[in-house]
C-alpha cells in the first residue's frame, strides 16, 4: 500500500521560505505527475503546482515567480520551495502523486502558517 508522507510545513514570517517534502513509501512507481494542492477551513482543496513526467510545470497564478515544484520520479518524491510567503498563503498543504490517469495517491497534509 502506498503511502505519501510530507513534512517541512510550519510557521513562518511574511517574506520568508520554507520547502515542503513528499515522499512515497510501500512500493515503487513512475509517476504520470505529481504536485501540491493547498486547502484553508471551509474552502475546497485548490492546485498550487503541478509536474508531468516530462517535467512540464503549471503554477497557480498567486504563487508563480515566488514557489518551484521539483520532483525526481525515480525516488518517489516531490518538493515545494515557497519563497516570498504571504499570509494568503496560510493552509494545509497536500502533496499527489498519480502513477496513472485516474489514480491519485494523496499525503495527510502538513499546516503552513504565514503570521508576524
Known amino acids: 500500500q502506498v503511502q505519501l508522507v510530507e513534512s517541512g510545513g510550519g510557521l513562518v514570517q511574511p517574506g520568508g521560505s520554507l520547502t515542503l517534502s513528499c515522499a512515497a513509501s510501500?512500493?515503487?512507481?513512475?509517476?504520470?505527475?505529481m504536485g501540491w494542492f493547498r486547502q484553508t477551513p471551509g474552502k475546497q482543496r485548490d492546485l498550487v503546482a503541478h509536474?508531468?513526467?516530462?517535467?512540464?510545470?503549471i503554477y497557480t497564478p498567486s504563487v508563480k515567480g515566488r514557489f518551484t515544484i521539483s520532483g525526481d520520479n525515480a525516488k518517489n518524491t516531490v518538493h515545494l520551495q515557497m519563497n516570498d510567503l504571504k499570509p494568503e498563503d496560510t493552509a494545509v498543504y497536500y502533496c499527489?502523486?498519480?502513477?496513472?490517469?485516474?489514480?491519485?495517491?494523496w499525503g495527510q497534509g502538513t499546516q503552513v502558517t504565514v503570521s508576524s
Open positions: 510501500g512500493s515503487s512507481f513512475s509517476s504520470l505527475a
Open positions: 499527489f502523486q498519480s502513477p496513472s490517469v485516474g489514480i491519485n495517491y
Open positions: 509536474m508531468s513526467r516530462s517535467g512540464a510545470t
